[in-house]
């Protein structure tokens, strides 16, 4: 039962231009989600997150979108830059502080 | 401020043995979570400790437990060991449920079942 499915594998995009990574979920109760970015032989890193009052948050080249009824989010990179280059992999949880559930990665490429 | 930091990086082991995988968690940090990635996936939640306290577990069988120690820092301890747990098995500690969602992971632990 995958409550929270990243459906491209994969993403290739041009340096300079925008990366957008997608992310739908099944469980309403969720209420918080993130998005985080892993290197090989490197533990995921955190990036960015958005609580289920907004519907977007941004942070520098990073914003994530959410449609609740829709029940998906969305997660932008503008400019990319080969550097980000990397497996992005969105996750949700159901209240603060607890567990999260996550997706199963997208891997970026960033062609220079 | 010091990362979550995980020993050892690499572990083999054989089918039925026993393996205890360790975590120090960020300084400040009172919560330790595990999670288990096997290759292709996403990180699965295994358990969460809370001051010392399990504060939550995931969908796996009681031959996986774990502890919290007074400064912290956690283990995982998986015993009679299936060629399934074959992953890499990461570590994430926070503020808890309190103090923020962010979960900061360590570099996690290979562990290769044979």
């Known amino acids: 039962d995958q409550q929270v499915k990243q459906n491209s594998p994969s993403l290739s995009v041009q340096e300079g231009r925008i990366s957008i990574l997608n992310c739908d979920y099944t469980n309403s109760m969720f209420d918080y989600f993130l998005w985080y970015k892993k290197y090989p032989a490197e533990g995921p890193t955190f990036l960015i997150s958005?609580?289920?009052?907004?519907d977007k948050n941004e942070d520098g080249r990073f914003t994530v979108f959410l449609n609740k009824s829709a029940k998906h989010l969305s997660l932008h990179i503008v400019p990319s830059q080969p550097g980000d280059s990397a497996v992005y992999f969105c996750a949700a949880s159901e209240g603060y502080g607890n567990k999260l559930v996550f997706g199963a990665g997208t891997i970026l490429r960033v062609k220079s | 401020e010091t990362g979550v930091t995980q020993s050892p990086t690499h572990l083999i082991k054989t089918r039925g043995q026993q393996v205890t995988l360790r975590c120090s968690s960020q300084?400040?940090?009172?919560?330790v979570s595990w999670y288990q990635q096997a290759l292709g996936q996403g990180p699965q939640f295994i358990f969460q400790y809370y001051r010392e306290e399990e504060n939550g577990r995931g969908n796996f069988p009681p031959r996986f437990s774990g502890l919290q120690f007074p400064n912290y820092s956690s283990e995982l301890n998986v015993n009679a060991l299936e060629l399934d747990d074959s992953a890499l098995y990461l570590c994430?500690?926070?503020?808890?449920?309190?103090?923020?969602?962010?979960?900061?992971f360590g570099p996690g632990t290979r562990l290769t079942v044979l």
């Open positions: 958005i609580s289920s009052i907004k």
């Open positions: 300084s400040g940090h009172n919560t």
């Open positions: 994430a500690s926070s503020w808890g449920p309190s103090g923020g969602n962010e979960q900061f």
